[in-house]
């Protein structure tokens, strides 16, 4: 009877494992998506920007997340996107001197952050925009408004009908706060930091920024078609994609594949960025010669 059963024990003990690798957790590295464990790769990418600050240029580390399926020679795949746009501490502090009074927060309305393959697979590039979870609103009154109650004029200097009042000092945008802190007493989190003392942003501003500014990018998924062979170069776009500073950004031109429009207040700031890396800085992987 036992070596009837045997069989059938075998079968269900390894179909239950199968199930558990299915649902359980993927090796370090990869991620679960559409129930597989595909790989993950996230990298910091220097971006470099011109803006509508006085001082004109920066260079900002933002990171770029990508999840491929397998990616095979000459076979179509899929690949989900993710990342965060960075403004550095040190950039952060340096634009508190040029606003009055210092910023704890941003308007932020409009951001585009396009993701580019520089070689190993062809694909439309792709515009991370920003996430849902950021909820549009008033910027005076704080309250839900919708942009397509926008009136007419200029983006982030224009009135919206959700809005009260309803001028365009109080446009429909979508805000973030700066990392800060008003503990500004000896040994406290702004001591700590070196930001106290005659001269220091505790004295001008009664606060001081505490780290980068991150602004977290939506998801967004695309389809590519694998080289034959080689590696596949993830990264952000760049000159030979249409990311340029050539000029000082306007910040009532249309936005650039990386640029970012803004207010702090009524101070309406433009972005206009571009790739800064080399291939060794991007993310990669390998194409899959398989047998045929």
């Known amino acids: 009877m036992w070596h009837l059963l045997l069989p059938l024990i075998v079968f269900s003990i390894v179909a239950f494992g199968a199930g558990c690798a299915e649902t359980g957790a993927c090796p370090a590295g990869e991620v679960r998506m559409d ?8 990298k910091i990418i220097p971006v470099g920007c011109r803006n509508s600050f006085p001082g004109g240029t920066s260079l900002l580390d933002w990171e770029l997340t990508v999840s491929p399926t397998r990616i095979e020679s000459g076979e179509p795949f899929a690949a989900t996107l993710d990342g965060v746009a960075v403004f550095n501490e040190f950039f952060v502090d340096a634009a508190q001197t040029v606003y009055p009074g210092g910023f704890q927060e941003v308007n932020l309305f409009d951001l585009n952050a396009t993701v580019h393959v520089r070689s190993g697979a062809t694909g439309d590039d792709v515009s991370l925009t920003l996430p849902e979870s950021i909820p549009y609103e008033c910027v005076l009154s704080r309250t839900e408004c919708d942009p397509s109650n926008d009136l ?20 429909c945008g979508r805000s973030v706060l700066v990392p800060t802190s008003t503990d500004c007493a000896p040994g406290g989190v702004c001591a ?3 930001k106290t003392g005659p001269g ?9 920024v ?13 389809d590519y078609t694998a080289d034959s062979e080689g590696e596949v170069l993830f990264g952000w776009a760049d000159e030979r994609s249409g ?17 970012i429009r803004f207010g702090i ?3 309406l700031v433009a972005f206009e960025c571009t790739m800064r890396a080399e291939d060794s800085a991007l993310i990669s992987f390998p194409i899959e010669i398989t047998a045929r």
């Not at 309803?166 to 446009?171: F, G, I, L, M, R």
């Open 265 to 267: 207040g009524t101070f």
């Open 243 to 259: 990311a340029t500073i050539d000029e000082m950004p306007v910040f009532e031109d249309p936005t650039g594949p990386i640029g």
């Open 152 to 171: 007419p004029g200029v983006l982030g200097d224009r009135g919206n009908t959700d809005c009260e009042p309803e001028a365009d000092s109080n446009p």
């Open 192 to 194: 700590d930091l070196g």
């Open 200 to 208: 220091s942003p505790c004295s001008d501003n009664g606060f001081c």
């Open 35 to 42: 129930g597989d464990c595909v790989s993950l790769s996230s």
């Open 210 to 222: 505490t780290g980068d500014l991150r602004i977290e990018l939506g998801k967004a998924s695309s």
